[in-house]
């Protein structure tokens, strides 16, 4: 059967069955007798859209529900045997466990596995998760008191697996596109570095106030904490970590790693937590804390918490969105300039950049 | 130990939303619909001791569905229907059921822009029909074209959504 021919007989079907006003029960037009499987898979196609949109069309929570409830009604009525019924509750647990319903595990909140290869199996995927260019949001806090005082809402961090983010504060934005990072400051040129190195020199911190970089930026072999895939791997390489089950907090359990540093690199938090879905390994919370005395109830820290998915314009990661089209750029050549004192750089005619 | 109606019930939750999409696509009549999605719902309950653990509990789902309707055509002899048609919706739905999210709407959450990305005439026709749930008599009057012509809007119009979020998942590294 010829192409032209194959779509033809399915599109006659969809007339006939899909987009009548008719009931196709009455309608009188027999089922495809097509026995080219192309055909058919089309015609699934179809279906399946059309089922889609139907859904989309009624989302009608109430309708679920009462389905719901009556399923649930007949399966109460069939009144299985306590023992049936306790070796299905055996049986279901890890079912939860797989499908992250909801429920349940509050009364059983965390349970820590002890299990240092399976801790090591979740961390590669919720690496692999992290790598994925999907564009996650999140919101910044930082707490820079005694344990347990108030997180400050920061501004919020645009993350594109690891080609792009964009953090966004009060009075700068600082982000990478791929290629560069650039820092649009609150005042002076946007600047364009093509190692990070050059950010993370105290002088150029110091003078761009970024205070937020003064956490985030580590050693200069690696990216800034902001990017997921970065905190893995520093994770991987140098903290002892586990894993610990989470409770659902009604429409999904989010599973706990406890990251602690090991005593050889001081410049990296010493420890991390991230909270991320059971299922998916997307990470809902990211918590840096640096003590600052060790031993001593002091530190300062940076959560990063999943926000509501947003479209994100491949346009958002270039510095271009974030200010005036007329401020002035300097392009730091990070081999020749990253030593220098960057207060050296030649002063530019000051602009306000467009950073909300 | 919960009570294992309770857990049942969390994960019929859970899935509740997909199975309606493959039954809705499965059968034209909504209370068939509503039969079927109940009666897969018992069957996996009581056969809930054959479940595999290592397979996801949806495609589970899917596949106690996919007999039962079956069944059903046999019996009632109406829409097309068979096993290539059904274990390609069982396809397409088991790779939207592994994107990102934690309910069904946020799996899908990249429909309403490929609805919004689609040619003018075939977005108005799709709003019009699923949105506004006009029949295509109505439609004929509303877009002044002939019934063919809507129709041909319509089909195109499904078959470029697919296209659209096959591209979209293509891009983030998956398949529909």
């Known amino acids: 059967m010829s192409e032209t021919s194959w779509q033809r007989e399915a599109d006659r079907w969809c007339e006939h069955w899909l987009d009548a006003d008719v009931s196709p029960s009455d309608s009188g037009i027999p089922p495809t007798t097509s026995a080219d499987e192309e055909v058919r898979r089309h015609i699934a196609d ?11 069309a009624n989302v009608d929570r109430d309708d679920t529900s009462n389905r719901v409830r ?14 049936a019924a306790n070796h299905r509750t055996a049986s279901m647990w890890s079912l939860v466990g797989l499908a992250a319903c909801l429920l349940v595990a509050c009364t059983l909140l965390v349970m820590k596995s002890a299990n240092e290869s399976r801790a090591t199996e979740i961390l590669a995927q919720i690496r692999q998760v992290s790598l994925a260019d999907t564009d996650r949001i999140y919101h910044v806090f930082h707490s820079n008191s005694q344990h347990d005082a108030p997180f400050e809402f920061l501004g919020k961090l645009y993350l594109r697996g690891t080609t792009g983010f964009v953090v966004e504060v009060k009075n700068y934005a600082v982000g990478r596109n791929g290629d560069e990072y650039w820092v649009v400051p609150a005042k002076g040129p946007v600047i364009l570095a093509h190692d990070f190195n050059w950010l993370n020199s105290p002088s150029a911190r110091d003078m761009l106030e970024l205070e937020l970089l003064k956490d985030l930026s580590v050693t200069s072999h690696r990216a800034p904490l902001m990017q997921l895939s970065t905190i893995v791997e520093a994770i991987e390489g140098d903290y002892d970590f586990a894993v610990h089950r989470g409770a659902y907090d009604g429409a999904r359990r ?11 690199n001081t410049e990296l938090p010493t420890s991390i937590r991230l909270w991320f879905d059971a299922e998916t390994k997307i990470v809902h919370t990211v918590e840096l804390t640096w003590s600052v005395v060790e031993d001593k109830p002091l530190r300062h820290s940076v959560r990063f918490t999943l926000a509501p998915a947003e479209n994100v314009a491949d346009e958002w990661y270039q510095h271009a969105a974030h200010h005036a089209p007329d401020r002035p750029i300097r392009r730091v050549d ?16 000051l602009g306000e950049g467009r950073v909300s | 130990m919960p009570d294992a109606h309770k857990l049942f019930e969390a994960l019929v939750r859970e899935h509740a939303e997909m199975l309606l ?12 619909v509503d039969d079927l999605f109940q009666e897969t719902m018992i069957v996996a309950w009581r056969r809930l001791d054959d479940f595999d653990e290592s397979r996801p509990f949806g495609q589970w789902l899917r596949g106690i569905a996919k007999r039962l309707v079956l069944a059903h055509h046999r019996r009632q002899g109406a829409r097309p229907c068979d096993s290539v048609i059904l274990d390609q919706l069982d396809a397409r739905i088991g790779h939207l059921a592994a994107q990102p999210g934690d309910t069904w709407q946020e799996k899908l959450a990249l429909l309403p822009n490929c609805i919004q990305s689609l040619p003018d005439h075939f977005r108005h026709a799709v709003r019009l029909r699923y949105f506004q749930q006009q029949p295509i008599a109505q439609l004929v009057e509303s877009l002044e074209a002939s019934e063919a012509a809507i129709k041909k809007r319509l089909q195109r119009a499904r ?18």
Do not use: H, W
Not at chain 2, 159 to 176: M, P, T
């Open chain 2, 159 to 176: 078959a470029l959504i697919l296209e659209c979020i096959q591209k979209n998942l293509n891009r983030l590294g998956f398949s529909v």
């Open chain 1, 334 to 349: 990070a081999d020749a300039e990253f030593s220098a004192p960057v207060q050296k750089i030649a002063p530019l005619p």
């Open chain 2, 21 to 32: 999409v493959y039954l809705r696509a499965a059968l034209s009549n909504t209370s068939d």
């Open chain 1, 70 to 83: 009556r399923v649930m009604a007949a399966i109460v009525a069939e009144s299985p045997s306590p023992a």
């Open chain 1, 254 to 264: 989010l599973d706990e790693l406890s990251a602690s540093r090991r005593p050889a």
């Open chain 1, 46 to 56: 179809q279906q399946l859209v059309d089922a889609i949109l139907r859904s989309l």
